[in-house]
């Protein structure tokens, strides 16, 4: 199989008129990938839905794959960023152990999903998928909805890598344990998640203080692997390139998106 280069995207959390974000999107289209994953969040303003496709059109030219995020379906509330820290000794992230949001701002998601639908990418919340790419190499993708507000539902895409493709991998927006720990004992060499902003406000040298899940700091960005019954997968975080509209302060840890380069094993 020859090398394939899969750019991920992820935590766009667009808000209206952020025109440099929009214009370095854009720009990453010239990075001529084999296939583009979206890894959710991309809204952070219930009037953001032509910005995220006016930002990611060019991208839309390649095939893609998308999931959603929590800032998908809801809007962003104003929140103390120490909670985090709180909420992190007390082992509770997201609505596992919170009680659930009540009185949220709905998005327009529906028009996020129709346009990507509409430009041929696949959407993977909770749903299996599969693409031809040049050269006749059909990829195959099993993704989840957020964990992180409770709608992934494995026992839907549950069975394992389609071994009929060239290639198999997991896609999910927030990498919580459990999520992860299914994709590797069912064999998927490859993970794809976002959600944690590889921790937004960093310590230099230091790292990342909370990953807004169960995973670990060392494995809030980058690449790394995850461990299950035995078995062993490759698991990409993406730090994302945005923040939530009412902490736009990122410390220590650049906006990013990432170019990955699958060679086939010898």
């Not at 030219?61 to 007390?90: C, H, M, T, W």
């Not at 006749?136 to 989840?144: D, N, R, S, V, W």
């Not at 964990?147 to 290639?167: C, L, M, S």
Request: aromatic residues 8%.
């Amino acid at each position: 199989m020859r090398p394939l280069r899969v750019l991920q995207v992820s935590d766009i959390h667009m808000v209206c008129g952020q025109r440099k974000k929009r214009a370095w999107l854009q720009s990453l289209a010239g990075l001529r990938p084999d296939l583009v994953v979206n890894t959710g969040d991309n809204l952070s303003d219930t009037d953001g839905v032509p910005e995220v496709l006016d930002a990611l059109g060019p991208l839309m030219e390649y095939p893609g794959v998308y999931v959603f995020g929590s800032n998908d379906y809801y809007g962003p509330k104003l929140r103390n960023p120490a909670r985090y820290l709180i909420e992190k000794a007390q082992g509770r992230h997201g609505l596992n152990g919170n009680a659930p949001a009540v009185g949220v701002v709905h998005n327009p998601w529906e028009g996020l999903r129709d346009a990507f639908d509409a430009a041929g990418w696949i959407g993977l919340s909770n749903a299996r998928g599969r693409l031809k790419l040049d050269g006749g190499l059909e990829i195959a993708f099993t993704g989840l909805d957020d964990p992180h507000i409770k709608r992934d539902r494995y026992e839907k895409v549950a069975g394992g890598p389609d071994r009929t493709a060239d290639f198999s991998m997991a896609v999910v927006h927030a990498p919580y344990l459990r999520c992860l720990d299914a994709f590797t004992t069912e064999g998927y060499p490859l993970i794809l998640a976002g959600h944690t902003h590889g921790g937004q406000l960093c310590i230099p040298f230091y790292g990342a203080l909370v990953t807004n899940c169960d995973i670990d700091t060392d494995r809030v960005k980058g690449l790394s692997t995850h461990r299950s019954d035995g078995l062993v997968s490759y698991l990409h975080v993406s730090a994302g390139c945005g923040t939530n509209r009412y902490t736009p302060v990122r410390f220590a840890c650049p906006p990013e998106a990432t170019l990955l380069t699958l060679v086939a094993r010898d």
